[in-house]
């Protein structure tokens, strides 16, 4: 069964780096999606991604957050420099059609500790 | 405003007995609604989905899951739990492309 990958999916890194998450959607998948949940906390929408550009954004996406999607494959997330609070598990998604009428599928996540 | 709310944080069942997971949800309208299981160090596994239709819906492992709209609630049901059932389950609704998850319920199963 086709399936998202993330990695890694463990990042240990210092307060003020930068770090990115690598995500490979499924192959045949057009929307693309991060979600962050902050240890005991909800799972939270970061943003979401189609056509090569950003459709929408929490108000958590600040001007840290970009997404790219490099080639055909990869969907990243870089956080340009890292605070304490980034500290969670960052979760990449992906729908074939339109997410109002089908299904996200997850990755396995990628727990970022900032220290 | 728009919100998703799983009463139980924790619940804790013996292996063999039923189990009620709950969630209720508030939107202006009926929006999708999901069910996920995440096992320790996994992602987000689709157990089930509500779009239209028979208000009662099956998913995977045994798993069903009944729309009732008076109460605005998608309540999660197993009749006889697993220990591998031991995970934490979120609810999810997804209304007019914003996806939203309740905060999860911890399923520990006993001996």
């Known amino acids: 069964e086709p399936e998202v990958t993330q990695t890694p999916s463990h990042q240990v890194t210092q307060m003020g780096q930068e770090v990115i998450l690598r995500c490979v959607p499924i192959s045949n998948h057009l929307y693309f999606y991060w979600y962050r949940q902050i240890l005991g906390q909800k799972v939270e929408f970061l943003v979401s991604f189609y056509n090569n550009e950003i459709s929408e954004k929490s108000e958590i996406f600040d001007d840290q957050f970009s997404v790219e999607r490099p080639d055909g494959s990869n969907f990243t997330l870089k956080i340009r420099s890292t605070k304490l609070e980034d500290s969670a598990m960052y979760f990449c998604?992906?729908?074939?059609?339109?997410?109002?009428?089908?299904?996200?599928?997850f990755g396995a996540g990628t727990r970022l500790s900032v220290l | 405003a728009q919100s998703v709310t799983q009463p139980d944080i924790h619940i804790t069942v013996s292996e063999g007995a039923s189990l009620e997971l709950r969630c209720n949800y508030s939107?202006?309208?009926?929006?999708?609604l999901f069910w996920y299981v995440q096992s320790p160090g996994q992602g987000l596994q689709l157990l089930l989905k509500y779009f239209s239709g028979d208000t009662l819906v099956q998913g995977i492992k045994g798993f069903e899951a009944e729309f009732k709209r008076s109460q605005s609630s998608f309540n999660l049901r197993k009749p006889s739990v697993h220990w591998s059932d031991a995970a934490e389950y979120f609810c999810a609704t997804n209304y007019r492309n914003d996806m939203r998850f309740g905060a999860g319920t911890r399923l520990t199963v006993k001996p």
């Open positions: 998604a992906s729908t074939g059609h339109s997410l109002a009428k089908n299904i996200q599928y």
């Open positions: 939107y202006g309208a009926t929006p999708y």
